[in-house]
């Protein structure tokens, strides 16, 4: 009989690891393996992965490269609205997966698969994303998931593996680490509990650089254009020179902790140097260039648009309406901000911007009017009063 075809999003770690083998061992699959790298993985990283992946008995592997797609359909979109998790987080993990998701899934129809899978617990946000994701584009393909539905630990499928004879190490390392172009979260002992902070050394990237160095970005309607002088019509690649600029003063470390998909709080530590400055740098362009109701209803859209990505929404159609309202919203948001750098923090300088709506001849806040007159300034303050004038008048007559 000819073999059923599961694809299975594949990272090379544990879990994913123990699914391939007992997929392909116990069940009896044709197990097609796919790595979706969303900026996370080095060339050299990936052909490990690769390696691994045939040596846990899958009959084909591939890497899909989303990371280009991820910053246009994504990670721009979340710079235009300042996205920031509960004022904190930059959703790093949470929007890559969607992507991982729907690369996946793509793939898996391409080659007519009977089955998807994922190696996701039952006790995180992840299982959610990728088997929505999967649901919504692909119904007619079934989803596998032998970690969660078996309530594997992680004991369990390091005997499974040794039993089986993969030689790798997959000894319980202290720090969960996912590493991609918008961020890295880390796990660990201390993340479990919440008067607990990690500590140095659990950070992927070392504090290297000491004193004080500036930094300048450019932006041209909202996207990154040139960082110190240099342009980048690659906007991947201005991300990551922006990122190893900033992650060797320590900068974009904090921890988030937040409402989880399946209605726990979750705790997490991060590093995100990149975005940290980027959207910082990107928020103070627009204080100088955008209305004041610009800046208001891009918050209110910002917010939900970071909610509804970080919880699975990515597919709901208002989210492409978001997306045009954002973008809209950028045609005058071009400008320099210049950024001091030491270790562990940033100041924003300043801004040079011919948009700058603080230049104006209409006068300079706290010196001179050049707009309007003395008695212009008092008619307007009679006027603005009335309101309250009435509601207090009113209380008085009342003896309130």
């Known amino acids: 009989m000819k073999k059923e075809k599961v694809v299975l999003a ?222 980048f019509e690659n906007k991947v690649a201005a991300i990551n020179k922006i990122e190893e600029i900033g992650s060797k003063y320590g900068i974009g470390r904090d921890m988030h902790i937040g409402d989880t998909i399946i209605g726990i709080k979750g705790r997490v530590a991060f590093e995100a140097a990149a975005p940290m400055l980027i959207i910082n740098a990107h928020k103070m362009l627009e204080k100088h260039t955008l209305s004041k109701w610009q800046q208001y209803w891009k918050d209110q859209i910002g917010t939900w648009y970071g909610m509804f990505l970080h919880e699975a929404q990515y597919l709901e159609p208002v989210m492409r309406d978001c997306e045009a309202m954002l973008q809209s919203s950028q045609r005058n948001v071009n400008g320099t901000v210049i950024i001091t750098l030491r270790p562990y923090c940033f100041s924003l300088v300043g801004v040079e911007s011919s948009f700058d709506l603080v230049k104006t001849d209409f006068g300079d806040y706290g010196e001179v009017g050049k707009g309007w007159t003395a008695e212009d300034a008092k008619g307007f303050t009679k006027i603005l009063s009335n309101p309250l004038r009435v509601y207090y008048a009113n209380q008085k007559k009342n003896g309130k």
């Open 10 to 231: 594949f990272s090379g770690g544990l879990d994913t690891s123990f699914c391939a083998k007992y997929l392909s061992e116990e069940k009896g699959y044709e197990v097609y393996t796919a790595v979706a790298n969303t900026g996370g993985f080095s060339d050299e990283e990936l052909k490990v992965i690769e390696e691994k992946a045939y040596k846990l008995g899958a009959v084909e592997h591939v890497t899909l490269d989303v990371t280009q797609e991820y910053y246009e359909k994504s990670i721009k979109y979340m710079v235009f609205g300042n996205v920031l998790r509960n004022g904190t987080y930059p959703i790093s993990v949470s929007s890559e997966r969607i992507f991982q998701a729907m690369a996946i899934i793509n793939y898996a129809k391409e080659i007519k698969a009977d089955y998807v899978a994922h190696g996701s617990t039952g006790a995180g946000n992840d299982q959610i994303r990728f088997d929505l994701t999967f649901d919504v584009l692909a119904p007619e393909i079934k989803i596998l998931t032998p970690t969660r539905d078996m309530s594997l630990t992680r004991e369990y499928e390091i005997d499974y593996l040794k039993k089986h004879g993969i030689e790798a190490d997959f000894k319980k390392l202290e720090y969960s680490i996912n590493k991609g172009l918008w961020g890295t979260s880390i796990g660990g002992k201390e993340t479990l509990h919440s008067e607990q902070g990690l500590p140095e050394e659990a950070y992927p990237s070392q504090v290297t650089s000491t004193g004080t160095e500036t930094l300048k970005l450019e932006f041209v309607e909202g996207e990154i254009h040139a960082v110190n002088g240099e342009v």
